[in-house]
């Protein structure tokens, strides 16, 4: 089931210099926290001049897709789906 | 005179994603993976399936079924939307992936590309290994569940011949060796460019296989089949020669799209060609094209068509100069029906440094200059943060798609990428 939630979270990101990765590592959303096990894809394009990361990841039975705003620097949960069919 | 088959070194390779679109929803999705899914341009029942998944083409569900007949197949499979951001990236991904080894890499669709590897030092190694560091690199780089087909051979044709014979994950190699024995295994409609149509003209003369294709001469193909330089064509690319090496030049741009909800209403359609134009003439003006022609096609809902085409003496710039003409066309319609599909292009397109000033009409360069501050508005801004007032709650109707097949549009995606 795939549900549009569209709602400002909370997260934890981390960059490790000597892989250069970066990685969303904790949501807060609801009041719960859920830790990220998966970096399924990230992406990014722009709306104008914006630049938009998309950051597609999962924990065990949830799949999340956050989008960060490197203009504003705001996370957003945009959906959720737990890989059922709706 | 009979022509052997080129003995040249393959050098040309084809790459194609497997199930791009549904692929990179189960990249992006951990827990899609291994479950049947599909891409369809609508969740609703009359959507039209776009991508399904390897697991889900095992169950029968094709590219062009609808996503309640998909449903029939395989009740548990879910669909989802496109989201053409992701596979936009995904393809910018792999050509920088590929221009490690080729200079020439030449995008075919937004989950294809030709690598030429003429005259390149890499030709000292075997292709056949450079496709694997490829398939390698592609999943460690872009994704653990990107795959893809590889196909090498000396043409083009053959090249995609190739890439089509073992899917999913494929990598095949067709030389002067192996040609005929692939002929013998293939049938006329898989070879690229032969369609339902081409194969009952084939058939008509005789030719029922890619083995009676290839052993027709030159003359019959050119004179008997295909009546035009066609058919020679055909000859000499059946013989592993180069006939598809030609980059075409652009001669128009259009939009097209499929009405949600089926309406004959004016006042509803209007705005949507007016978004269409807006699409358009944002496209035209960032290639610096002026146009001088617009065609109309529509498709009803009863399954008819009808179109228009017509050249003006002015040229058009602006979207309103396209709205109007395009307007002038909706009017030529014998009859107002249930409206399906709607379609605008506009062709005779000229450099806009080439066009005709006019002494007279100072307002319609004021006109074009505002054209240009609006798109540059919308470039900071985002899309549709000024727009004509007709299109006023059109923003999420006419949405962002990924043409299919086509590879015009990947202009605007490496203009977008700089």
Redesign the interface.
């Known amino acids: 089931m795939?549900e549009i939630i569209n709602e400002k979270v909370s997260v934890i990101m981390t960059y490790n210099q000597s892989s250069g990765l970066v990685k969303p590592e904790k949501i807060k959303w609801q009041g719960r926290v859920h830790t990220i096990e998966?970096i399924?894809?990230h992406?990014?394009?722009?709306?104008?001049?914006?630049l938009i990361h998309?950051f597609?990841v999962?924990d065990r039975?949830?799949?999340f897709?956050l989008r960060f705003d490197s203009d504003t620097l705001h996370w957003t949960l945009e959906e959720i789906?737990?890989?059922?069919?709706? | 005179m009979e022509i052997q088959i080129s003995r040249s070194k393959p050098t040309i390779m084809h790459i194609d994603l497997n199930s791009c679109f549904a692929s990179a929803e189960q990249q992006a999705n951990p827990l899609l993976r291994g479950k049947p899914i599909a891409v369809a341009a609508y969740s609703s029942p009359n959507g039209c399936v776009l991508s399904p998944s390897i697991e889900a083409k095992r169950l029968g569900i094709k590219v062009g079924m609808r996503v309640k007949d998909a449903r029939h197949l395989c009740k548990g499979i879910v669909i989802r939307t496109p989201d053409p951001p992701k596979y936009r990236d995904i393809h910018l991904k792999f050509c920088k992936l590929f221009r490690d080894y080729s200079p020439l890499v030449v995008p075919k669709s937004i989950d294809e590309a030709v690598l030429d590897f003429a005259d390149t030092a890499i030709l000292y190694q075997s292709l056949a290994r450079v496709g694997k560091e490829i398939k390698q690199r592609m999943r460690i780089e872009i994704g653990e569940w990107i795959s893809c087909n590889i196909g090498i051979a000396s043409n083009r044709f053959l090249a995609k011949l190739a890439a089509s014979l073992h899917k999913p994950d494929g990598l095949d190699v067709i030389d002067h060796h192996n040609l005929l024995q692939i002929y013998a295994q293939v049938k006329l409609i898989d070879l690229n460019g032969i369609n339902i149509r081409y194969q009952s003209r084939l058939n008509a003369c005789g030719i029922f296989t890619p083995l009676d294709f290839f052993k027709a001469s030159e003359e019959k193909l050119e004179k008997q089949v295909f009546r035009s330089i066609v058919g020679r064509y055909w000859y000499y690319k059946l013989r592993g020669f180069e006939t598809d090496a030609i980059e075409p030049k652009r001669k128009s741009f259009g939009q097209t799209y499929s009405l949600g909800k089926p309406t004959d209403d004016p006042a509803k359609l209007a705005p949507m060609l007016m978004k269409l134009c807006e699409k358009m003439g944002r496209r035209l003006r960032r290639g610096n094209f002026v146009a001088s022609g617009i065609h109309l096609a529509i498709l009803y809902w009863d399954r008819t068509f009808w179109h228009q085409s017509k050249l003006f003496h002015t040229t058009l710039f602006t979207t309103q100069e396209l709205f109007a003409k395009t307007m002038l066309l909706f009017n030529y319609q014998p009859q107002l029906k249930t409206v399906a599909n709607l379609s605008v292009s506009c062709f005779g397109l000229q450099s806009i440094s080439t066009q005709q000033l006019s002494l007279f009409e100072l307002d319609r360069t004021r006109q074009h200059q505002l054209a240009l501050a609006v798109d540059k508005i919308n470039d900071r801004y985002g899309e549709y943060v000024l727009t004509p007032a007709l299109m006023m709650g059109m923003k999420d109707l006419i949405i962002d798609r990924v043409a299919f097949g086509g590879v015009r549009e990947l202009e605007d995606l490496y203009h977008l990428d700089n």
């Open positions: 795939q998966t399924g894809y992406h990014k394009f722009h709306e104008g001049k914006k998309i597609s999962a039975c949830l799949a897709r789906s737990d890989g059922n069919p709706n």
